[in-house]
């Protein structure tokens, strides 16, 4: 046990954010880029002894370094001393920057204050280029303001206002920085169609800039930046990579660094440090020479690699003493210390900082963000020192200061810290047994995190991963709480609201995915949908598997079974392996028939271990309520694997229940199978196309489609996107069938198809989808991926399957989880096909129909054929 460190210490209060890139996207408010600060000029203006540009070009200069407060004082001064002069458009323009200043401080009533302030001097000067620029000014200042307080529609009106100014003005700079910022807002509404629209625009006015332009490096670093969050990986490379050019061949010094930082934030982690290490070589100043050695720092830590971490710390702590007081200085030591207090590194031997190292760089911290009045970095210090003592289990100093935290950041609606520290007390008042004040925190904490979604959605890749460590365990943890009394005793509306909980984090991790906050749910009960299915929530938790059921018109169970996250991950590991890449030998000529090699125990024992933590303690429940549908919401791992293919021992679990997944009941289109005619659009690949093999039984299985219902085939070149999409537009298709190479990952760009003239991910599958339900009316009733795969070497490949699903605007997917036998896949598929003019049956008893008949076969009865199909979305 540590002793308390700070008795002597008056405690203070400011801001950070869990990681250095994470700070740097939402400092920023989430918007692309910052206005430029302008320099107002008046002919004919009497300079004063506190001449107003003067006071300008100093707030300017302390705002690129990161002392907000004493722009702000600057620019105060300067707005009264252009306001004695009544020179109307400058004192607006000082005003704009002060307001920016209010807005880094997380001032936001002072800065919607200054705004409107800003305004009122407009209103009444001539409209002169000049004075135009400053409206534009004081409305893309407005536009960031909205964003950060999570307006995004009157973002976007500010924004709109201010490029039509610029537009008229033919001012490119302006122009460029309020069209990057709209495409930022556009991207997480969901609106992809119009963010690509923004930023193709955005692209094409900076290809025409002279290569002397100061704006190219930074407008395509930007632009880089913007591609990288919609997405677009291979575009963000280009883009950034034509940033670094254009900054080397102005030999601008602070844009290669920048642009080598950017580079890095986007690389793989390998890559990525040698990226920061090249920004850090060539940076001009000391300052972002230490941002880029940080972020190298946020890398070696979350590979492990502490033995390189050292030797870089301590060359980040040498410089340290060598920063001014700001804002960029005090994150500095915040970010260092976020690293250390990392557990990896924290309970590593020896730690990677000590207790007394921890507390001696936070109350530096907290005595310069009191100096320069920066309450952020005072909220981040205060809420770290209290992690400090949480990790030390001194739970009364670790409640105070997690409280100050709490309420430093809640006074300036820094909701990405109110809710860490909402988390943190949580953590504290469980570990001290205090379960009601623990739960109580965890819900608060989820409160906070439903209000800055966007924020979350607009940040950069290594924020988004973060998701899965800092935002995810919320939810379990509460899940956790709230089962943890005997399955018996639980009360009815804790099961119900651990049941709310996981649904809400299958809607989270879904936004994560596509990036923007899109997914639109209703609140459902399984009776409402189908009285003859049940519906499991089967939950990963670090010490057991908690199950809940759904039956129909009866009370929510839930049963534990003590086993740990590591084992049930594992299981899960070994058992996709064993029957997705059986030990099979197969006939010359690919993948036919194949035979297994080894023991079907291999495969057996595994499923049968995870039938007896998912569904034995319910088989009772099951047979007795006579459903003959199992709906299942998984979760983790649990996406990867089959639910058909676990085993009771004596059979299948298909054997006993038609199957099918779904994200959860409040992601559902709960309507049946349409009364209609069988029509199918059918696109495939046989030939090779990219580093993908040639699939040569897909030919097979368009005839025999074809054979089964009435179809339009685009078979290799015939199946480009051009076509494809003509083709969605022009007709209704009930059905959408594509054989052909493609991928389910964890995020957007690892879940793909495959096109003869390159690939669809899945948000612009979503676009060709819906746009073409507009067009003709129609719903898609079933999309078909027959020859996808998880992406291996991914604890949650599977999450893509679910995004497509999702995201694609048709009721229902039917998907395989791995690349199966072509030959195999045909007569599956002639099989469902012949059944789907029956419209008494629903999709689910079809699927399964197919899947038996196979398994009935002698030499298709290896799971490896027939487990892979999974249908995902509506089964009626």
């Known amino acids: 046990m540590v002793k308390p460190l700070y008795c002597s210490i008056q405690i203070r209060w400011r801001r950070s954010l869990w990681r250095w890139l994470l700070i740097v996207s939402l400092s920023a408010i989430a918007v692309v880029g910052l206005h430029p600060v302008l320099h107002p000029s008046s002919p004919g203006v009497t300079v004063y002894a506190a001449d107003p540009q003067s006071l300008m070009q100093q707030g300017r200069e302390q705002y690129a370094a990161g002392q907000y407060t004493a722009a702000l004082e600057q620019w105060q001064q300067a707005a009264q001393g252009y306001a004695a002069q009544e020179a109307g458009a400058n004192a607006a323009s000082a005003l704009s920057n002060q307001a920016l200043a209010h807005l880094k401080l997380g001032q936001y009533e002072a800065a919607q204050t200054t705004i409107d302030t800003a305004k009122g001097w407009l209103s009444g000067v001539s409209a002169t280029d000049y004075n135009r620029r400053v409206l534009a000014q004081v409305l893309s200042t407005e536009g960031q303001l909205f964003m950060a307080q999570g307006d995004a529609t009157r973002a976007l009106a500010s924004f709109a206002q201010a490029i039509k100014i610029y537009e008229a003005l033919d001012d490119e700079t302006g122009l460029l920085r309020a069209q990057l910022n709209q495409a930022q807002i556009f991207r997480v509404q969901g609106r992809i169609p119009e963010t690509l629209r923004s930023l193709d625009a955005v692209s094409a006015q900076l290809d025409e800039l002279p290569g002397e332009s100061s704006l190219k490096a930074t407008g395509y670093r930007q632009l880089g930046i913007a591609l990288q969050r919609s997405g677009d990986i291979s575009g963000a490379d280009t883009v950034l990579r034509k940033s670094l050019e254009a900054a080397e061949q102005r030999g601008d010094a602070a844009d290669i660094s920048a642009a080598w930082l950017s580079l890095g934030n986007l690389a793989p982690p390998t890559v990525a440090l040698d990226y920061y290490r090249q920004a850090a070589q060539v940076a001009p100043t000391t300052l972002s020479r230490i941002q880029a050695q940080v972020n190298a720092l946020h890398l070696l830590v979350d590979l492990g690699f502490l033995s390189e971490a050292r030797p870089l710390l301590s060359e980040i702590l040498v410089q340290l003493p060598d920063l001014p007081p700001s804002r960029s200085s005090l994150f500095v030591r915040i970010n260092v210390v976020s690293q250390a207090l990392k557990p990896e590194a924290f309970e590593a031997s020896p730690p990677l900082l000590s207790t007394e190292e921890i507390a001696r760089l936070l109350t530096t911290t907290l005595d310069e963000a009191q100096a320069i009045g920066d309450a952020r970095a005072e909220t981040y210090s205060l809420g770290y020192l209290g992690r400090l003592y949480e990790n030390n289990q001194q739970w009364d100093e670790a409640i105070e200061l997690t409280r100050r935290a709490s309420l430093v950041s809640q006074s300036i609606d820094a909701n990405v810290a109110t809710y860490q520290w909402q988390w943190q007390l949580g953590r504290i008042f469980e570990a001290q047994g205090e379960t009601e004040a623990a739960i109580a925190a965890f819900e608060q904490a989820l409160t906070t995190l439903q209000r800055l979604r966007s924020d979350l959605v607009a940040a950069d890749r290594d924020a988004r991963f973060s998701f899965r460590q800092e935002i995810e365990p919320v939810y379990r943890d509460l899940v956790s709480l709230l089962l943890k009394t005997d399955a018996a ?299 996808c795969e998880t992406a291996t070497g991914d604890d949650q490949a599977a999450l893509g399957l679910a995004g497509i699903a999702v995201r694609s605007g048709a009721r229902s997917t039917l998907a395989t989880l791995w690349q199966v036998s072509d030959l195999g896949t045909s007569l599956w598929m002639g099989d469902f096909y012949s059944q789907l003019a029956d419209t008494q049956q629903t999709k689910a008893q079809m699927i399964r129909n197919a899947q038996l008949n196979m398994l009935a076969t002698e030499e298709y009865q290896d799971p490896f054929y027939w487990a892979p199909f999974v249908l995902v979305g509506n089964w009626l």
Request: net charge negative; aromatic share 8%.
């Open 489 to 787: 005793d639980t009360p009815q509306e804790n099961i119900f609201q651990a049941r709310d909980v996981i649904e809400s984090l299958q809607v989270e991790e879904l936004v994560n995915f596509f990036r923007a906050d899109c997914v639109v749910t209703q609140s459902q009960q399984i009776e409402q949908i189908d009285t003859e299915s049940a519906i499991i929530y089967p939950i990963i938790l670090e010490d057991r598997v908690e199950v809940i059921l759904g039956l129909p018109g009866q009370p929510l169970l839930h049963q534990p079974t003590d086993v740990p996250r590591s084992v049930v991950e594992s299981s899960l590991d070994q058992l996709f392996t064993a029957v997705s890449t059986p030990n099979f030998t197969f006939p010359e000529g690919g993948r036919g028939i194949g035979v297994r090699g080894g023991s079907a125990a291999d495969y057996l024992t595994l499923s049968q271990q995870v039938y007896d933590w998912i569904i034995r303690p319910f088989d009772s429940d099951l047979q007795a309520s006579g459903i003959d549908t199992l709906v299942f919401v998984l979760d983790g791992k649990l996406r990867n694997v089959p639910m058909a293919v676990l085993h009771d021992g004596d059979q299948y679990l298909v054997e006993k229940y038609a199957i099918a997944l779904t994200p959860g009941l409040q992601l559902l289109d709960p309507h049946p199978l349409a009364d209609q005619g069988v029509e199918a659009l059918v696109g495939g690949l046989s030939e090779s196309r990219e580093d993908f093999a040639a699939l040569p039984f897909v030919e097979t299985e368009l005839e025999t489609i074809e054979d089964e219902v009435p179809s339009q085939v685009l078979l290799n070149e015939t199946f480009d996107t051009e076509t494809f999409a003509s083709q969605l537009t022009d007709t209704a298709f009930p059905i959408v069938h594509l054989a052909t190479h493609g991928q389910f990952g964890a995020t957007l760009e690892q879940t793909f198809i495959l096109t003869w003239d390159g690939r669809i991910n899945a948000n612009q599958l979503s676009q060709l989808l819906q746009n073409s339900e507009i067009a003709r009316e129609g719903d898609v009733e079933l999309l078909i991926l027959s020859a």
